[in-house]
């Protein structure tokens, strides 16, 4: 997969160095660009930015550096790729969303600063590529440099062969499946006792049936706790006589 991400702070992206991802870089699987705006400005201080037409607060990046950046991107590749704008009036980054991205031959990401980017360049490539307007939470940040980092390590660590093992994101929180509708329950490892506390038993039975019963009831447990929105969204034939009794 190649990425293309044009930024005004391209160290803000260097944790993309680091990790599942720097390591699947290293491997050759992730092809990562990154780019610094300022690049395709031609006037001395290379500006990026200006006032809003109609007034009020803060900056608009203008269109002009961004159509150029763009537009050589584009004509460095084969086909066509996917644009994913991230903004905070985007539609949610949600796990269906980075295994339909990870699915692409080819992303390009345009994080923004201030308060975001000339409408105009968001029509223009919307003409020509499939562009996503994406947000990855309900809270405003300075800029898109975070949730590029966010999304391209969800979308990396499905990517194949990046995850050491490949069962390893079948059971993830929101992943579709058996657990579907649940958030992953509380995991153990050695030693079997630590500051007094022990392991749930069951975990040492040896059996298979009780321990996926057991792990199916943690799971809901932590989701009726925690986000009770997804049992209201879910499916009620994913719950069975026993979940309706936690
Ligand atoms: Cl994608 N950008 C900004 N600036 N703030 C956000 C966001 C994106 N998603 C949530 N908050």
């Excluded at 980075?98 to 699915?103: F, I, K, Q």
């Excluded at 058996?178 to 509380?186: R, V």
Aim: aromatic residues 6%.
């Amino acid at each position: 997969m190649r990425l293309d991400i044009v930024t005004i702070f391209p160290e803000y992206l260097e944790p993309l160095n680091v990790s599942l991802v720097g390591k699947a870089r290293a491997r050759g699987q992730l092809d990562v660009r990154i780019h610094d705006l300022r690049e395709w400005t031609h006037d001395k201080h290379h500006t990026v930015d200006d006032t809003p037409y109609g007034g009020g607060p803060g900056m608009v990046m203008k269109p002009e550096p961004w159509g150029e950046a763009l537009d050589e991107i584009l004509a460095s590749g084969d086909g066509r790729p996917v644009m994913v704008v991230p903004t905070p009036s985007g539609a949610p980054f949600t796990q269906q969303l980075a295994v339909e991205l990870s699915e692409a031959p080819w992303l390009v990401f345009t994080p923004a600063r201030y308060e975001g980017i000339d409408r105009r360049v968001i029509e223009e490539y919307g003409d020509r590529l499939d562009v996503r307007e994406v947000s990855i939470g309900d809270y405003v940040l300075a800029g898109g440099e975070a949730p590029v980092l966010v999304m391209v390590e969800a979308i990396a660590r499905l990517l194949p062969g990046v995850l050491g093992n490949a069962a390893s994101h079948q059971d993830d929180s929101f992943a579709p499946g058996a657990m579907a509708d649940l958030l992953e329950g509380p995991v153990y490892t050695k030693p079997p006792e630590w500051r007094g506390r022990t392991i749930p038993e069951v975990l040492l039975s040896g059996h298979h049936g009780k321990i996926a019963r057991w792990r199916r009831d943690e799971a809901f447990r932590r989701t009726d706790r925690n986000r009770p929105d997804l049992i209201e969204r879910a499916d009620p034939a994913a719950f069975d006589k026993k979940d309706r009794e936690i």
